[in-house]
């Protein structure tokens, strides 16, 4: 997304800024000329704050807000004066302990903190949430390559449950309570519901989607046995700003340019690197994940032409060579 063409002097504010979705919303925002208010846990930490403060237009219309998901109030002053609010921050993260605390409460009762502070102000006229695939995809239905899954599907919690998939539940409960809130309070809210984000990144750390491509390059032995589907992180941050100026969008948007198994994703990374020393063989012998589509209907609909995988991933590449996780 250019910025050409577009002016305005509206804000918004996008929290979770300094994430890998966020980072990129921030810049296509900047560009189109908006003032953002950026939420971020910790202003001080230029790991988190430095990337944004450098991107173009930043100077005069970025302004950091601290604010965490948890305290209760803690985005009334980042939403003060908005008109639009991209509530993107939620926890994506290995490694949990405690799945309430690490990923639950911050991203329901998160997400329920930023729609009260959105209801305070009726400056705010839209709010577009960051769900995601994970909300969509997992219930007892089964899935194949001829299941298309669409909008109309939900995750069940109580089948993830069994599974453990805690960070599904997180984003379903998160979802499922903005819709409610939604209705109860008559907030106009769209929801974007990205599959596997991958492509370029922004920021200097390494958040979750990407260390999943980081590991099949960096020396695994095995890639998984699954199937996601993927999209590229520009496409997911022009979704997020196309669902907020077109009045008609409304709803839910499921984001893939195509679902591919993780054998996929080493051969098309093998054809365009073939000196790099990618996985062989599968984490287990069972049949492999079988695919299924995601229906591209309403993204179409936004006016989004999907990065085609093969770019995505390269792009994805190059950026972990520049950013140095990688060396080759
Ligand atoms: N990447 C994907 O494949 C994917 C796919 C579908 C949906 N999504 C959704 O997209 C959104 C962004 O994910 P991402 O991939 O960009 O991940 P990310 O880089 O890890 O960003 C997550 C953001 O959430 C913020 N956050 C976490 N806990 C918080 C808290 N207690 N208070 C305030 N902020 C908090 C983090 O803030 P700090 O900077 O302060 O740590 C960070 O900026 C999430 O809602 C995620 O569920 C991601």
């Not at 599907?153 to 993830?160: G, N």
């Not at 209705?183 to 958040?207: C, H, R, Y």
């Not at 073939?274 to 599968?282: D, G, N, T, V």
Request: hydrophobic share 40%; glycine share 6%.
């Amino acid at each position: 997304m250019s910025g050409s063409g577009t002016s305005n002097t509206k804000t918004v504010c996008v929290t979770g800024a300094s994430g890998y979705i966020a980072s990129w919303l921030v810049k296509f925002l900047l560009l189109r000329g908006y003032t953002v208010k950026a939420t971020v846990r910790d202003p001080d930490d230029p790991k988190r704050t430095e990337h944004l403060l450098l991107l173009d237009g930043a100077k005069e219309r970025l302004k950091l807000v601290k604010a965490d998901l948890l305290e209760e109030g803690s985005f009334d002053s980042a939403v003060d004066g908005c008109e639009g609010v991209f509530h993107t921050a939620s926890p994506f993260i290995a490694n949990i302990t405690d799945p309430q605390r690490q990923l639950i409460d911050p991203a329901l009762k998160g997400t329920l903190n930023v729609l009260g502070s959105c209801a305070k102000f009726p400056c705010v006229k839209r709010v577009v949430l960051t769900s995601s695939c994970a909300a969509v995809l997992y219930n007892a239905r089964p899935r194949n390559p001829d299941v298309i899954v669409d909008e109309t599907w939900f995750s069940d919690p109580e089948f993830c449950k069994q599974s453990k998939q805690w960070y599904v539940i997180s984003k379903t409960l998160a979802e499922e309570a903005a819709w409610n809130f939604a209705k109860e309070k008559g907030m106009d809210i769209v929801a974007i519901n990205p599959s596997g984000v991958i492509g370029p990144l922004l920021q200097p750390t390494l958040n979750a989607s990407a260390t999943v491509i980081l590991d099949l390059i960096n020396g695994g032995k095995s890639f998984p046995n699954a199937s996601f589907g993927w999209v590229d992180v520009r496409d997911v941050a022009n979704a997020h700003v196309l669902a907020y100026e077109n009045p008609a969008a409304s709803g839910r948007y499921c984001l893939a340019e195509r679902v591919a198994h993780c054998s996929d994703l080493v051969n098309i990374l093998k054809g365009i690197y073939p000196s790099l020393h990618l996985p062989e063989k599968c984490a287990d012998d069972k049949p492999f994940a079988p695919k299924f589509q995601i229906s591209k209907e309403k993204a179409k609909s936004l006016g989004i032409e999907f990065i085609a995988l093969e770019e995505s991933l390269k792009d994805m590449v190059e950026s972990f060579k520049e950013k140095q996780f990688i060396d080759f």
